[in-house]
């Protein structure tokens, strides 16, 4: 009986030495692991970039601070893509809590229901990318005490205690579209805007810096115009963003840009839109608006007149002579026709329209000079 209990014992032994060496591993490996977070960043999936030869830093990308408002069926997405780009600190604004109705999104789980978008979203972004910094504000930012707030934190929460790099709205009503106008004409912030029709099969991205492009105020949807509550509008059971795949589009058009004006590369869009149903992606600048509402636009849009603009090199040009000498507006005529008769084609190549020759021509001017039968004038056309 002792001979079973000392194997039992060297058994147990064994297994606790085993299991030992095991936690010993796997913590060498989290150790090799962290240290490569804190060289290489392997969190962040920009490294392609830089080895392919399109930024000669990606790793820039912890430096900047992005504000995104609004953490629905954009903006959740948005948020994901930016966490796993490895940015430096992300801020969400939003006052709405997951519900059911939410699982159409890419990013919400059943078991966050009742949490607050925000809150719900920060707990899933950490545990994708701990090394990013997430900050979440839980209020509107429409009504006259948060708006104070807000303001002041896209101007003092960057990672220098500045203003943030970038102002993302992801929002989904025009009231809130404007409170982010308002701010960021009259910080002179940085911003992108987004959305999706009610139809969920459009969208698009639109680059705002003020003073330099059109912001949201300058051309006004027509409800805002006409002074119509866009609440009145809203219709029982209709979802606008409702399709994940639409959603996923817009959001990464948006992320997209925003790396290429972080990390500056390629060309910024100053807008773009996307319809499904026509695979149409209309691209456009928006000038501003010289009589524009918002009176801190028209404040920006004269300091961006003053500011000095780079030179643009133009090559010499010879000066060029008027065709004629009385030819006040240089016109001048150039044949352009081509005789189908002088076209020449390569060998076992056919027309499939031959030129007449001038004799058929001439047979058909002299039967319709006769009096001739509709028939045979219908056997002669055949006959050419």
Not at 51 to 69: C, D, K, L, S
Not at 319 to 324: F, G, N, S
């Amino acid at each position: 009986m002792s001979n079973i209990q000392e194997l039992e014992a060297k058994i147990k032994d064994l297994e606790e030495k085993l299991a030992s060496a095991t936690q010993k591993n796997v913590r060498e490996k989290i150790e090799t692991m962290s240290s490569e977070v804190v060289d290489s960043n392997p969190y962040s999936r920009l490294m392609a970039l830089k080895r392919m030869g399109i930024v000669n830093n990606y790793e820039r990308i912890r430096e900047f601070t992005v504000a995104v408002v609004g953490i629905g069926g954009v903006g959740s997405v948005t948020a994901e893509m930016l966490t796993r780009c490895g940015i430096g600190r992300l801020i969400l604004f939003d006052y709405d809590k997951v519900e059911l109705a939410n699982m159409n999104r890419l990013f919400f789980q059943p078991h966050q229901s009742g949490l607050s978008k925000v809150e719900a979203a920060a707990d899933t972004l950490r545990n994708i990318n701990p090394d990013v910094d997430i900050h979440t504000y839980n209020y509107n930012i429409t009504t006259v005490d948060s708006f104070d707030n807000f303001t002041n934190v896209l101007t003092t929460s960057s990672l220098t205690d500045g203003p943030v790099e970038l102002i993302l709205s992801c929002v989904d009503n025009f009231e809130a579209r404007f409170a982010i106008n308002t701010a960021c004409n009259e910080f002179n912030l940085t911003w992108f805007e987004s959305g999706v029709s009610e139809n969920a099969v459009s969208g698009h991205i639109q680059f705002i810096s003020p003073g330099e492009t059109a912001c949201f105020a300058c051309a006004p949807p027509l409800i805002v115009a006409s002074n119509i509550d866009e609440k009145t509008l809203k219709r029982d059971g209709v979802c606008a963003a409702s399709l994940p795949t639409t959603m996923g589009i817009v959001a990464g058009f948006l992320v997209q840009n925003t790396l290429k004006y972080l990390l500056q590369f390629g060309q910024v869009t100053n807008y773009l839109g996307y319809s499904a149903l026509t695979d149409f992606f209309p691209t456009m600048n928006l000038k501003p608006n010289p009589n524009c509402d918002d009176l801190n636009c028209r404040k920006r849009q004269k300091e961006f007149e003053l500011k000095p603009k780079p030179e643009v090199a133009v090559e010499a040009k010879e000066e060029e002579k008027p065709v004629h000498e009385d030819n006040e507006w240089g016109i001048s005529l150039v044949e352009e026709s081509v005789d189908e008769r002088d076209v020449t084609v390569s060998e076992g190549v056919t027309l499939a329209y031959t030129f007449p020759d001038q004799s058929s021509i001439e047979e058909c001017q002299e039967a319709t000079s006769n009096d001739v039968s509709l028939d045979e004038l219908m056997a002669q056309m055949k006959s050419i």
